[in-house]
């Protein structure tokens, strides 16, 4: 029972290369450009009033 070579990339070549592209892509996005930061609330008191908050108020009302 010989194996042959395939020609092309195997399972083993992907798997190496996507275990350091993935922590270098992450570290790249990091670095580069400035993120936006999020809106701050006006009212730290408060909740938001958003659809999602009215729908789980709703929900736990006895």
């Known amino acids: 029972m010989s194996k042959t ?6 399972r083993r070549d992907f798997l190496k290369l ?3 592209a993935a922590p ?3 570290a790249a ?5 400035k993120a936006e930061a ?3 609330p006006t009212d ?3 909740i938001q ?3 999602h908050t009215r729908a789980y108020i709703d929900s736990a009302r006895f």
Do not use: W
């Not at 070579?5 to 195997?10: F, N, P, V, W």
């Not at 996005?29 to 450009?33: H, M, P, Y």
């Open 5 to 10: 070579k395939e020609d092309g990339a195997t």
């Open 18 to 20: 996507a275990g350091t």
């Open 24 to 26: 270098a892509a992450v």
């Open 29 to 33: 996005a990091s670095l580069s450009g």
């Open 38 to 40: 999020a809106e701050q």
């Open 44 to 46: 730290d008191t408060r």
């Open 49 to 51: 009033d958003t659809a």
